[in-house]
């Protein structure tokens, strides 16, 4: 009998320092742990290089909400829906829209409106082919997808359209990319 409990107490001691050791990336999403020894934990922070194709398998960075966004402050309602961020052309497009039964639309809002990625990229519009005037105004507002040669969105996880005094101080629009897996 002190025998098997002997027994016993060896197989539990050994189960316990087993499960001490194993790694929890389990309970830590977007952490990856690297197995040896030390198991460290790592993040997983995999580096995307935009003008390359992926790899099979591979996550890429894609614009997956392309889905028109809705400012309502003061007397103006505006909608804006990009058009073309994941295969921009000569420029960066968005489909905009302005409703209100008080204010006059007729702005040039190439001239109130900005785009910026978040890795600090600022650019104006460069058109607005919208109607000038009335009080339901729709049309397409344009950023030059090149800056000083090179890609605007290059790099880029994160762009913000702002649009200032448009019956409010600022509004801004806000749309990012996500990490898929490639077939």
């Known amino acids: ?22 790694p929890v990336a389990a309970s830590n999403p977007g952490v990856q742990t690297t197995s040896g020894v030390e198991n460290e934990a790592k993040e997983q922070e995999p580096e995307l290089n935009p003008t390359l194709q992926p790899e099979a398998g591979a996550p890429a960075a894609v614009w997956s909400d392309l889905s028109a966004q809705m400012d309502e402050q003061g007397a103006v309602t505006v ?13 960066l497009d968005f489909e905009v829209r302005m409703d209100t039964h008080s204010v006059d639309l007729s702005m040039d809002l190439a001239a109130l409106a900005t785009l910026t990625t978040d890795t600090g990229r600022t650019v104006q519009a460069a058109a607005w082919d919208g109607g000038a005037g009335g009080h339901h105004v729709s049309g397409r507002l344009s950023f030059p997808a090149r800056l000083e040669g090179e890609q605007y969105l290059d790099g880029a996880r994160q762009i913000t359209l702002t649009l200032v005094e448009v019956a409010a101080p600022e509004r801004t629009f806000i749309w990012t990319q996500s990490l898929v897996n490639t077939p």
């Not at 098997?4 to 087993?18: C, D, E, R, T, Y």
């Open 1 to 22: 009998m002190k025998r098997q409990i002997g027994i016993f107490l060896v197989l539990l001691s050994l189960l316990i320092a087993g499960c001490a050791s194993a």
């Open 79 to 91: 909608e804006i829906r990009p058009l073309n961020l994941d295969q921009p052309g000569e420029t």
